[in-house]
């Protein structure tokens, strides 16, 4: 093999398509663990945002020097991953509506004014909305103010059938998408890597590009890199026609509300509702496993908030509920870099914000390999590395520490305290 991808989620198979559009010739593998799109690629909310950065205030706290350049990059990358879904037929119940965040506490309010502010100061097109407008839109008694989105900045997707659709592309390319191969470990020999998978398999690569994402800790040198992180979502059956009138929701756009827990919800093909988020969960030792898929204690939660939000929806019955896990990074964006004397090379880190980052992503590795006089993998956005996180046994203490602190800031008006004050001027972030 050329090169032998690791994960077959979309970081995996977005570099495979990549890596062969710029070179139809590579043989090209990908070894996923179980089924593409098993991890977090099949599970999340579908929100395919244009940020490479975790959000607009997020890229300037860390880049502000690229922050510009980075923004245009996101917009092109959402651009051409809507433009590759059309010309590749995928049936991803793709929907370019916008996305409108919503408030639900003064100080939210106040920030989403400022976010929009920070948009227009760079060139991007969020509005701001007050208490009114937003209750036009989508009623609701928590709602006092918005920030609304446009296409060009997120569309939403379901994201298995993109995952299934991209497979489907990267094979018409040429890839080798072998699925239930598990990697157990990377050994580097004179010209490339030897790729061991479960079973006793073995893959000989030019290159490997690792790209797993929550589950990287097989990859030892990673595990000071990201902490996984679990978010749960729940989905409605659904929607009656009087249901979905009485709750507005026209133009169909994705939301999210605006504390450090925050939910994040949409519309889905079938007028179900996409319920997910506000929990972010860490199981000591980094454990990722899939007894931990289902949590009646946040699933609890989520039903709680949900009633709260759409009184309207009373009665309403769930009939899904999963979780799975996010690469947090203390910077809450992909990080990338090189091992085994750069014939192995990865990206993750994504904090849950990696639908639409994850393309570009994938683009950074396909030039890691093929283009590697590319101008992109200057930035310091692909060079630096995220502050490690500490391993076991001070890992579990930090991680509550943090998400004791966010939570805490939630609940008194905003105000981050002397901890998180420290750890913002350290650069030093939790979130999901
Ligand atoms: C519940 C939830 C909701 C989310 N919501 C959103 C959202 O709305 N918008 C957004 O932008 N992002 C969201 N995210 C994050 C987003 O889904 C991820 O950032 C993105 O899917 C990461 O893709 P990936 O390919 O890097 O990782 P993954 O999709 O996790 O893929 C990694 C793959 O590697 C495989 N693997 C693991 N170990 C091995 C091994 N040793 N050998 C071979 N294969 C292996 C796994 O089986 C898996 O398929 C959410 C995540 C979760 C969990």
């Known amino acids: 093999m050329d090169v032998a991808v690791v ?22 593998a990908v070894l996923e663990a179980d089924r593409v799109g098993w991890g977090a690629s099949g599970r999340n909310g579908g929100f395919c945002e244009a940020s490479l950065t975790h959000g607009l205030a997020n890229g300037v706290l860390h880049y502000p020097d690229e922050i510009d350049l980075l923004e245009d990059e996101g917009r092109r990358n959402l651009a051409e991953l809507v433009a590759f879904v059309a010309d590749e037929g995928i049936d991803a ?25 920070l948009s227009a100061a760079h060139g991007g097109g969020v509005r701001f909305l007050d208490r ?3 209750q036009a839109l989508q009623p609701s008694p928590r709602w006092l103010g ?42 580097r020999r004179a010209g490339g890597v030897s790729v061991a998978v479960d079973g006793g398999g073995l893959v000989e690569a030019g290159h490997v590009l ?6 990287s800790a097989w990859l030892r040198r990673l595990t000071t890199v990201f902490v996984p992180v679990y978010d749960y979502v729940l989905m409605t059956e659904p929607l009656t026609a009087e249901q979905r009138a009485s709750i507005g929701w026209a133009g169909r756009y994705g939301m999210s509300d605006s504390g450090n827990q925050f939910h994040y919800f949409r519309l889905s093909a079938d007028d179900r509702i996409l319920w997910g988020g506000y929990d972010a969960i860490y199981h000591s030792g980094n454990r990722v496993a899939p007894a931990h898929d289902l949590r009646p204690e946040t699933f609890a939660v989520l039903e709680r908030n949900f009633a ?16 799975g896990a996010i690469d947090t990074t203390t910077r809450f964006c992909a990080t990338f870099g090189d091992v085994m004397g750069g014939r192995v090379h990865y990206a993750l880190g994504y904090t849950g914000l990696g639908v639409g980052a994850s393309r570009w992503a994938a683009g950074i590795l396909r030039d890691a390999v093929l283009r590697p006089q590319s101008e992109l993998l200057r930035l310091r956005f692909v060079r630096s590395a995220p502050l490690p996180i500490p391993p076991e046994p001070l890992r579990t203490p930090l991680v509550n520490r943090m998400r004791d602190a966010v939570i ?24 999901s």
């Open 146 to 187: 918005g920030a609304m989105a446009g296409g060009d900045q997120c569309v939403m997707v379901n994201p298995a059938k993109l995952a299934w659709g991209l497979a489907t592309a990267a094979e018409r390319r040429g890839a080798l998408v072998l699925e239930h191969s598990r990697v157990s470990g990377l050994r």
């Open 7 to 28: 994960g077959g989620g979309f970081t995996g198979l977005w570099a495979a398509i990549r890596l062969l559009d710029t070179d139809p010739s590579l043989r090209v």
């Open 408 to 431: 805490g800031a939630d609940a008194s008006g905003g105000d981050r305290g002397l901890f998180l004050r420290t750890m913002d001027a350290l650069g030093i972030g939790f979130d």
């Open 132 to 134: 009114d407008a937003v």
């Open 308 to 323: 709260a939000t759409f009184p309207q929806l009373d009665g309403v019955r769930f009939t899904h509920r999963w979780g």
């Open 93 to 117: 119940e793709l929907e370019p509506t916008g996305q409108l965040l919503v408030a639900s506490r003064p100080h939210e309010a106040d920030e989403l004014r400022a976010y929009a502010d």
């Open 210 to 215: 690792v790209a797993t994402s929550a589950y």
